[in-house]
C-alpha cells in the first residue's frame, strides 16, 4: 500500500515556473513507477511524464516536452515535477501516480496508487 501526498501548486504568470512534489509513505516506494497526470476543467485526465524506479528512464507528453522535467529521490521518497515556461494551457489539477508494472506506462489505468491532486492555474 502506498500513500502520495502531492503539494507544490499554484497561481503563476505565463513563463513561470512551479515545482510539484509528491511524498509517499511505505518503504516499497523505490518499487513503483512514478507518472504525472492532469485534468483540466471539463476534459479528461491525461498523461504528463513518468519516471521508472531507478529514475533512469523518463518519458514526457508532447505537449510538455522541453519545459517540464519529472524527476524522484528514492531516500526521500519523494517524485518531483519541474515546470518551467508554463502556459496559460496548463491549467490543471495536477496528480501524481504510481504503477507497480515497472515501466513507464501513459495509460491511467496501469496506476495502482493516485494522489489527491494540486491546482496549478496560469495566467495570460
Known amino acids: 500500500q502506498v500513500q502520495l501526498v502531492d503539494s507544490g501548486g499554484g497561481l503563476v504568470q505565463a513563463g513561470g515556473s512551479l515545482r510539484l512534489s509528491c511524498a509517499a509513505s511505505?518503504?516499497?516506494?523505490?518499487?513503483?513507477?512514478m507518472g504525472w497526470f492532469r485534468q483540466a476543467p471539463g476534459k479528461e485526465r491525461e498523461f504528463v511524464a513518468a519516471i521508472t524506479n531507478s529514475g533512469r528512464n523518463t518519458y514526457y507528453a508532447d505537449s510538455v516536452k522541453g519545459r517540464f522535467t519529472i524527476s524522484r529521490d528514492n531516500a526521500k521518497n519523494t517524485v518531483y515535477l519541474q515546470m518551467n515556461s508554463l502556459k496559460p494551457e496548463d491549467t490543471a489539477v495536477f496528480y501524481c501516480?504510481?504503477?507497480?508494472?515497472?515501466?513507464?506506462?501513459?495509460?491511467?489505468?496501469?496506476?495502482?496508487?493516485w494522489g489527491q491532486g494540486t491546482q496549478v492555474t496560469v495566467s495570460s
Open positions: 501516480a504510481a504503477s507497480g508494472l515497472g515501466w513507464v506506462n501513459i495509460d491511467a489505468t496501469a496506476y495502482d496508487y
Open positions: 511505505g518503504r516499497t516506494f523505490s518499487r513503483y513507477t
